[in-house]
């Protein structure tokens, strides 16, 4: 299982790369503009612009996204 993690002080995030395929709404899709793709899999480059809102766990279709503020 190939899981890449990314902290703040306030979130935890995690995107599952055998599952991410780039669709890239996560990148489109976000308020706080956290995401970018980089080697065609989701970065969660910009953490520290969370704004806790769970959109990127939504609109995945994969469901690759984990994240600790969404259940």
Not at 40 to 64: F, L, M, N, R
């Amino acid at each position: 299982m190939d899981v890449k993690t990314w902290k703040s002080d306030a979130v935890t995030i995690e995107v599952d790369y055998d599952k991410c395929t780039g669709h890239a709404m996560c990148v489109d899709q976000c308020p706080g503009e956290v995401y970018e793709l980089t080697g065609g899999k989701a970065v969660a480059a910009y953490i520290d612009q969370c704004i806790e809102c769970c959109t990127c766990v939504a609109v995945c279709p994969e469901e690759a996204i984990v994240h600790s503020s969404c259940d």
